[in-house]
């Protein structure tokens, strides 16, 4: 087996005192050369951050608030310790959300995704991510630069001529999405041409189905998963032992109940929160919205970090019932009003015609008395009425779903 560097191998032990320890440099940095961070971790005492236990105290900074944030606090919201007159690149993703990058080569952290994809010094990749307004190309460019690779940028689109690229070039290894890998791979059969020394890929942006990785596979392409968003660069990689995926070394990676910013017991299914130490651009506690889970168990391939089962959904359920928006945090406001309730779901369904919600609920037997008590803060919290129905603990779906919108239309 072959590694990136010694930190994917060691102790775990050794590896949470580490990230420990940056906790409480970078939330100390992040107060002091951020305005953002200045006013929402007032009051916190940076090196008492040193324990998952007082990270989870952090209040949460979300994804989808970053447009109103970047609005109020232009043009990074307040969250750049790095000024835009000494940014590197500045990019616009979807929302607008603007991202910067910083004067590290690889600010990103692509490069042990890329190792782990298979990729070496000298490689030739073929680069088919966007070259404009979004970072993914240059993602993908800093680690590869950071690898000793060459790169080809392809971007998007222009079948024909990227086949061409490949037949002329012949590069080793492909990244960017798997569906446009497997249309180029479609139009080389067609017409005939030899692409026989594309032998890797590393995939993002979308799922990868287990029939494509097969079909590519067929034909002499690895395929492996990158987890990566242009805010925070890598989170998590896929190995060769296929099981997961293996949290990047420079992230600090919690699973929370959506909603709230408590962590739910491993295994569970929760919004993945994630803590940078980029000193350009911190985030401490960014909630991405994507659902996932940690797996059990070490990887086969003898990394040690913790590993994601991979993307599972997305974490803001927020739905409108009867012209009302119902949001996920409303849900973990009744849970905090009612403790004795474990786990809760508010499902939605108009089966009569009609919108209804139910509150299914996990609860130890004897507390059914509840029900009134329920409704009424449900009624309460979202101006709705609804029903309540309750189950055994274990009784719902780990699916991480806070709100469930079963309606037909």
């Known amino acids: 087996m072959s590694f990136y560097d010694p930190l994917e191998t060691r102790d775990p032990e050794e590896r ?10 970078q939330v100390a940095h992040a107060k002091e050369t951020t305005h953002y961070y200045f006013q929402s971790l007032a009051g916190i005492n940076p090196f008492d951050c040193v324990s998952r236990g007082a990270l989870a105290k952090l209040p949460l900074t979300r994804k989808r608030d970053l447009i109103d944030l970047q609005k109020k606090t232009p043009p990074f919201g307040g969250l750049n310790a790095l000024a835009r007159s000494k940014a590197k690149r500045v990019f616009a993703s979807p929302g607008p959300i603007y991202e910067l990058q910083g ?22 990749i073929h680069n088919c991510y966007a070259y404009h307004f979004t970072p ?12 000793g690779c060459s790169v080809f940028p392809g971007g998007t689109g222009q079948t024909e001529q990227q086949v061409q690229a490949m037949v002329d070039l012949r590069p080793e290894g492909y990244v960017g999405t798997p569906s446009f890998l497997r249309i180029i791979v479609e139009k080389a ?12 890929a590393l995939v993002s942006g979308e799922a990868l189905p287990g029939a494509t990785r097969a079909w590519l596979n067929e034909r002499g392409i690895t395929v492996r998963q990158c987890y990566a968003t242009a805010d925070i660069g890598a989170i998590a990689y896929e190995t060769e032992a296929e099981q997961g995926m293996i949290v990047e070394e420079e992230v600090l990676l919690e699973i929370v109940r959506p909603g709230t910013g408590e962590p739910v017991p491993p295994g569970e299914v929760g919004e993945v929160v994630v803590t940078t130490f980029n000193p350009d651009y911190p985030l401490i506690r960014f909630a991405t919205g994507d659902l996932s889970a940690i797996l ?17 959904g997305r974490a803001d359920q927020t739905t409108k019932i009867k012209g009302m928006f119902v949001h996920p945090e409303q849900i973990a406001e009744i849970a905090n009003r009612h403790p004795e309730i474990q786990r809760m779901r508010l499902v939605v369904d108009n089966i009569s015609g009609q919108d209804r919600m139910v509150l299914h609920c996990e609860i130890e037997p004897g507390y059914e008395a509840l029900d009134s008590a329920l409704q009424a803060s449900l009624r309460d919290v979202t101006k709705l009425r609804g029903e309540v129905a309750f189950s055994a603990p274990g009784g719902l779906p780990n699916d991480g779903k806070v709100i469930e919108d079963s309606r037909i239309y």
Do not use: Q, V
Request: with cysteine; aromatic share 6%.
């Open 103 to 124: 004067g590290e080569m690889d600010h990103w952290r692509l490069a042990r995704a890329l190792y782990a994809a298979g990729f070496r010094h000298g490689d030739l």
């Open 296 to 312: 059990s168990g070490r990887s086969p391939c003898g990394r040690t970090n913790i590993r994601l089962k991979g993307w599972m």
């Open 16 to 25: 949470e005192a580490d990230l420990m320890d940056k906790l409480a440099r």
């Open 189 to 200: 059969e067609e017409l005939g041409a030899d692409i026989s020394s594309l032998k890797k």
């Open 136 to 147: 993914g190309a240059f993602m993908m460019e800093g680690g590869a630069r950071k690898l």
